[in-house]
Structure formats: structure tokens, C-alpha cells
């Protein structure tokens, strides 16, 4: 009775409600932070993303602000985010050198709300050639924990970064000296399924004791669908090189590119008179004996130029079919038609265009707008385009003599007019 008394008062029920109010105010609040609790033990790791879930990504990004994509950007490619690291500094420079680009000139650096990755997006292939490969494409989750993806090969396909294996190159710039190798090596690391060895190994034919092993480690990191190369111009006179490569592939794709041998004799000659000024002159180099005109074919600086005969070694090991030659003439007068045949016999699409080229008439030859890594014009050094040293007009033609049945019978074997006899 007294109970009932109680709690029959307005004034107790009221108490008594605003009691129960609370504790289930309390219990809910308890329940909501054991969920939330529970939710975060429970958050998945990365995961390995792929065109389907790059969405799932990018539907975190909206409310990412242009400035604070471009600080956690550049607080990532600096390397003070744990975990991450270069394969060297110059990585590291040109992830830099990435983020500033693409935030300054694209304003998209990260994939947006609604964006796929599609290979043939226009927009993808204009911002690949500026891209280092090992860096690539960066996506962001604010629900995943933080982690790089790159974009490799024609499929577009994402992997995170970091892996990827070093490879035996499938393609090799083999020859010729003062052919322009360097200018095409440094046009091809342009294209984001490209990665090549800056310096020349020259393992087959000076390092091959070494083993492929350490051969293999020299090379950078590939990632599936990019293709390993390197460049050794000596290979292409070396007899032993054939034998050696086609031991190690078969299947290796092999490049040359080759110039008038009458204008790669000299510079040859100007290349090494510049490291030593006392060498004897040209013509005295080049004959055997001046007076009956006999040409001294055990100097490099003139064997180099006998293609049919290098070429022929060559044949032995590897078909025509797997060998591309390369106009030093056309390389300089027309870059990107010879970087498109060079991306055809690589199997690559035709990222590398006249846009990224322009011409500089200090040198004298073609420049990169914007090189690998970089967003600024980039021209090869000052040991390219040195200026020759006067030849007499009558040792000049005494050359072009000596080469011209060694020039038509290349132009018979590679089916290719050079035009170095016109």
C-alpha cells in the first residue's frame, strides 16, 4: 500500500520517468560506443585493387580539398609516410617532381568520384608520358588504411606499389656508337611501360664472367605488362654478343640505330679528341697509306661503320623479323615517327608524340618538353652534338667510297633506304 501510495504521487511518476529516460539514454550510448569500437578492431586491411573496386576508392575522395590532396601527396613522396620507400633517391625526386605536376598543371592527382580507369581514356594517355612508371597512378581510401596503387601495362590494371620483380631485359638498344642511342634510350623512358638501366651494363662483352644473376640486378624493378630494357652500343660489334643474348632469349628484341658511317667516323674521332687532345689527326687514322688511298679498316672509328658485315653476325642468332632498325638522320629530323615504329616493334601503344618534342637550334637536335619524372624541358648534355673538327673534302669522299658497296648491301639485307650515298 505504501508503494502504491508513493508512486500514485504526480510528482514521484514524473522522477520515475525522467529516471528510466536516462538510463536508457546511458544504455543506448553504451551500446553505440561497443559498435563503434567493435567496427574499428574490425577494419579491413589494404587490399589489392583492380578496375572494379578503384570506385569503392574514389567515392572517399569528395570531400578532399585541392590543397590537402597536394600535402598529403607531397608528404607521401617524400618519403615520411611509414612504410614506404624508393627503389633510389632519384625515385624520390621524381615522385616530387610528380605530385608538383600533376597538382600545378592537371589538378587532378588523385582518382575523383565517378572516374575509371580506362587505358583508352583520352586523359590517361595525356598525363602517362609525364608519369614515373614505378610511381604511377596514387589512390587514396579514407575507410581502407593509406596505401599506393600502380597503374601498369595496357590493361590499366592496378597494383599496389613496391612490388614488382627485376627482370632480364626483353629488348636491348645494341649499337651503334655516336648512332644516337642515348637521345633514344632517354625518349623511350618517357613511356610508362618502359623501364630501363640508365648506365650501359656492357655484360656481353665485358662483365659476361659475372654471371646473369648479377646481370639481372643491375635492372630496375618491373611491374606486369612493363618491358626491362638497357642500352650497350658496343654489343653490335662484339662477335661474341649474338651467341650470348640469344642464350639468354631467344625471344630478346633488339634495336640499332645506325647513321652515315662517313659522319659517325668523325663523330667518333671528335669524342675521343675531346678526352685526349694529343691523338694523331683524322686522316692520318684513317689511312693505311694516304698516297695509295688504302683505307685502315682495324680502326673502330671505320669498322663500326661496316653494318653489313656486323649484321651478318647477327643473322646467325636472331631472325630479321627480330631486329629494328633506327634512322640516326630521321631520329633527329623526325623524333616521334621513329619513336612510333620503335613503340609498334615493342608491342607498346604510341604514347610518345610530337608533343613531347620540340627543337633546339643551339644543338641542333631534338629536345624533350617534359623527360621522365620531370616537368621541365629536358636536352641531352654537353657531350652530345659536340662540333666536328674540319675534315678535307677529299678524305670525306675517299670514305664515302670505301662504305658505299657496304652501304647497298645493308640496304639490301634491312630492305631499308637510308639515303647516306645520295
Known sequence: MAFSRVYSDPLSRGIFKKFVVMLCSLLTSLYLLHC?????????TP?????QVVGFFASELHDLRSLRRKRLLQKWTTGSKPGLSYETADDAKRASEYSRFNDADTGQVLYEPGHQVDSDNEKNRELSHYTQPSLGDIVYSKRLAPRF????????????LG???????????IGVKKGGTRALLEFLRVHPDIRAVGAEPHFFDRNYENGLEWYRELMPKTLEGQITMEKTPSYFVTREAPARISAM?????????????????????????????????????TFKNRTMGLIDTSWSAIQIGIYAKHLDNWLQYFPMGQILFVSGERLISDPAGELGRVQDFLGLKRIITD???????????PCLKKAEGSSKPHCLGKTKGRTHPN?????????????????????????QIFGWDD
Open 36 to 44: 563503434l569500437t567493435d567496427r574499428c578492431s574490425s577494419m579491413p
Open 47 to 51: 587490399v589489392k585493387a583492380s578496375s
Open 149 to 160: 596503387m600502380v597503374k601498369t601495362g595496357s590493361t590499366g590494371k592496378l597494383s599496389p
Open 163 to 173: 612490388d614488382g620483380t627485376k627482370k632480364l631485359p626483353q629488348a636491348m638498344i
Open 249 to 285: 632469349s631467344r625471344d630478346t628484341k633488339l634495336i640499332v640505330v645506325v647513321r652515315d658511317p662517313v659522319t659517325r667516323a668523325i663523330s667518333d674521332y671528335t669524342q675521343t679528341l675531346s678526352k685526349k687532345p694529343d691523338i694523331p689527326t683524322f686522316e692520318s687514322l
Open 355 to 365: 608533343k613531347h618534342f620540340y627543337f633546339n637550334q643551339t644543338k641542333g637536335f
Open 391 to 415: 675534315i678535307h673534302p677529299e678524305v670525306v669522299q675517299r670514305l664515302r667510297d670505301f662504305y658505299r658497296p657496304f652501304n647497298m648491301k645493308f640496304y639490301q639485307m634491312t630492305g
